[in-house]
């Protein structure tokens, strides 16, 4: 039986990884919440793990407001590098195996093909950098690790582009959606299951990237969402031309 791990689990993630869990038999996996666990707390990480006696680490926590990390980045900093640090010491002392989880953002998005494991990260916002600077305690702290970078996640959970679009398409809102992007939407719910077959396979360590394989701009995976759901003949979606952001964002964070 294998111990494991979740921090961060109510997030969009964490929820995908507590819905497919229990049917793993071989596996013993506990849940903790950024209340029950926070990653900045060193303390409060030492006292899980003594007791814990974990196999795996799955590092779900992290700051993901991607413009308010702009403008606070502190509090980015904190938890995606220095909460992500105080993991990597404690499973480092523990024997514990760290699974971190980390994004298309590292790249500055200027490839006009996919970007590769083989790539240089250069982040252009201070999400980015503080999830770059988190990959790179890793690197430097630990020998047994696994990054994953992963892109655009969606899911039932939360409040992601996917719900976003559904909801205010229910509601008869007409939509408008930037095609200035492209990336590769990853369901969470396929990230869970490849983490989980990770875990009892036991295989695969380093930096590696996970997407659903399939690219596209915010606008084409909003009229898939409508697609998907036979809304696309009852709602208007318009591709938006005015589209401004304050954060800069890769304008490709294809992963290949
Ligand atoms: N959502 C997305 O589109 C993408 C996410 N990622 C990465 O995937 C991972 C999972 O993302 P999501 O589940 O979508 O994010 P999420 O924002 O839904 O979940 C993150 C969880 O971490 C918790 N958390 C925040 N600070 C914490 C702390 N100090 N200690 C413990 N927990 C804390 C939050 O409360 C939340 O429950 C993250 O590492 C994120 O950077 C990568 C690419 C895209």
Same mark, same amino acid.
């Given at each position: 039986?294998?111990?494991?791990?979740?921090?961060?689990?109510?997030?969009?993630?964490?929820?995908?990884?507590?819905?497919?869990?229990?049917?793993?038999?071989?596996?013993?996996?506990?849940?903790?919440?950024?209340?029950?666990?926070?990653?900045?707390?060193?303390?409060?990480?030492?006292?899980?793990?003594?007791?814990?006696?974990?196999?795996?680490?799955?590092?779900?926590?992290?700051?993901?407001?991607?413009?308010?990390?702009?403008?606070?980045?502190?509090?980015?900093?904190?938890?995606?590098?220095?909460?992500?640090?105080?993991?990597?010491?404690?499973?480092?002392?523990?024997?514990?195996?760290?699974?971190?989880?980390?994004?298309?953002?590292?790249?500055?998005?200027?490839?006009?093909?996919?970007? @590769?494991?083989?790539?240089?990260?250069? +982040?252009? /916002?201070?999400?980015?950098?503080?999830?770059? %600077?988190? $990959? *790179?305690? !890793? &690197?430097?702290?630990?020998?047994?690790?696994?990054?994953?970078?992963?892109?655009?996640?969606?899911?039932?959970?939360?409040?992601?582009?996917?719900?976003?679009?559904?909801?205010?398409?229910?509601?008869?809102?007409?939509?408008?959606? @930037?095609?200035?992007?492209?990336?590769? +939407?990853? /369901?969470?719910?396929?990230?869970?299951?490849? %983490?989980? $077959? *990770?875990? !009892? &396979?036991?295989?695969?360590?380093?930096?590696?990237?996970?997407?659903?394989?399939?690219?596209?701009?915010?606008?084409?995976?909003?009229?898939?969402?409508?697609?998907?759901?036979?809304?696309?003949?009852?709602?208007?979606?318009?591709?938006?031309?005015?589209?401004?952001?304050?954060?800069?964002?890769?304008?490709?964070?294809?992963?290949?």
């Amino acid at each position: 039986m294998k111990k494991v791990l979740v921090t961060g689990a109510n997030g969009q993630l964490g929820q995908c990884l507590q819905k497919i869990t229990p049917s793993y038999k071989e596996l013993n996996v506990i849940f903790k919440s950024s209340k029950e666990l926070d990653i900045t707390d060193i303390l409060g990480i030492e006292e899980a793990f003594v007791k814990g006696n974990f196999n795996y680490c799955i590092n779900c926590a992290a700051y993901t407001n991607v413009e308010q990390a702009e403008k606070t980045p502190d509090i980015a900093y904190k938890v995606n590098a220095e909460g992500v640090k105080n993991l990597a010491n404690v499973c480092k002392r523990y024997n514990t195996t760290l699974i971190h989880i980390s994004t298309d953002y590292v790249f500055d998005g200027e490839k006009d093909e996919p970007y @590769t494991v083989k790539d240089v990260p250069n +982040p252009i /916002n201070e999400y980015g950098k503080s999830k770059l %600077l988190g $990959e *790179k305690h !890793i &690197q430097e702290i630990m020998d047994n690790y696994c990054i994953i970078r992963t892109s655009w996640l969606y899911s039932e959970f939360g409040k992601n582009f996917y719900t976003t679009i559904l909801k205010k398409a229910k509601a008869g809102e007409n939509l408008s959606v @930037t095609d200035e992007q492209l990336g590769c +939407p990853t /369901n969470a719910n396929n990230l869970a299951l490849y %983490l989980v $077959e *990770k875990l !009892i &396979q036991n295989n695969n360590f380093g930096i590696e990237h996970f997407t659903d394989d399939y690219s596209c701009t915010w606008f084409d995976f909003a009229k898939k969402i409508l697609i998907e759901h036979e809304l696309e003949k009852t709602v208007q979606l318009r591709r938006d031309k005015n589209y401004r952001t304050f954060v800069r964002r890769p304008v490709n964070s294809v992963l290949l």
